[in-house]
């Protein structure tokens, strides 16, 4: 036990011998993975857990944890050329959804409880000095999440978020701007409208989105608020994905959209800063 509102626990939900964190204000808590620093669970209010956990999820032989907020750092999906020149095989999103992050600091008052997590990473295929990675997530009304890195290097980062959502056909993602790539035809596509829904199989990366975004599903609303960012990805992968995905059964793509705040630009070696915080039925 760290103190009253910061505790260590062993498992959470069917991941029972995963080293995690959790964390409580008031009514709220939020549980977070040391394995990937991962938070895998928020809770604003009694009952109503803001995020998707894959009931298949698994933490073992290497394998990300499936559902709440993957960290995908350095590079997003397969690894740009810049980032992998020796043509390694990589694995996709990065490397720290398979570390154990270190607990750092903690701190508690009356307007917040906080964690910062930390993982070093040494012996990237394309920087040879070791380098520190740091989420902090601080629980109020709020969950935000922040990641950082003081280093400059090349490096991509997306907070990876699995929402809960009551009913999909149901789902909106809103506002987003018309202009997105999309990556299931590869194509750049102009929309008609500001808004995501689903109907099929979606993955969108957004350029340049707003700072605040809706996901509005049923009598269910999540505000995001990001910070850092110059993309947000939407996706579901719909029925025919799902069968091809481990960790997923094959009805589950009913019970969640990612909407992901992401640093993409590879434009230039700079420290990171992104941040995402969730207001749930705001
Ligand atoms: O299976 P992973 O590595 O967790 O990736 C899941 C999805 O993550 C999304 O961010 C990508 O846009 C998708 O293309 C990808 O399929």
Redesign the pocket.
């Known amino acids: 036990m760290v103190n009253e509102r910061i505790s260590h626990q062993i498992g959470f939900n069917h991941l029972c011998d995963l080293p995690c964190i959790k964390l409580q204000f008031g009514n709220a808590s939020a549980v977070i993975s040391l394995y990937g620093g991962q938070v895998l669970s928020y809770v604003p209010k009694a009952e109503e857990e803001v995020l998707w956990l894959s009931p298949k999820a698994t933490w073992h032989n290497n394998t990300?944890i499936?559902g709440g907020v993957p960290v995908c750092w350095p590079w997003f999906?397969p690894a740009d050329s810049r980032l992998n020149p020796m043509q390694m095989s990589l694995p996709?999103?990065g490397v720290v959804r398979t570390m154990l992050w270190q607990l750092t600091e903690q701190r508690c008052n009356n307007k917040y409880t906080r964690v910062v997590l930390a993982v070093t990473v040494n012996g990237l295929p394309y920087h040879s000095d070791s380098v520190t990675l740091q989420l902090t997530v601080t629980l109020s009304d709020t969950l935000s999440i922040d990641i950082a890195c003081a280093d400059k290097l090349l490096q991509q980062v997306?907070l990876?978020s699995y929402f809960n959502i009551p009913k999909l056909e149901q789902t909106l993602v809103q506002p987003l701007p018309q202009h997105y790539l999309d990556?299931v035809s590869g194509k750049s596509m102009m929309g008609t409208t500001t808004t995501a829904e689903f109907t099929s199989e979606v993955?969108r990366i957004y350029q340049q989105p707003a700072d605040d975004i809706h996901i509005i599903s049923a009598n269910t609303r999540v505000h995001i608020k990001q910070h850092g960012h110059d993309a947000t990805?939407v996706?579901n992968?719909w029925q025919d994905k799902s069968r091809h995905?481990n960790d997923l059964a094959d009805n589950n793509y009913l019970e969640f959209v990612?909407v992901?705040t992401a640093r993409l630009q590879l434009d230039t070696a700079a420290p990171l800063q992104l941040n995402q915080t969730l207001i749930a039925d705001y």
């Open positions: 990300p499936r999906g996709n999103h997306a990876h990556k993955d990805i996706w992968p995905i990612c992901e």
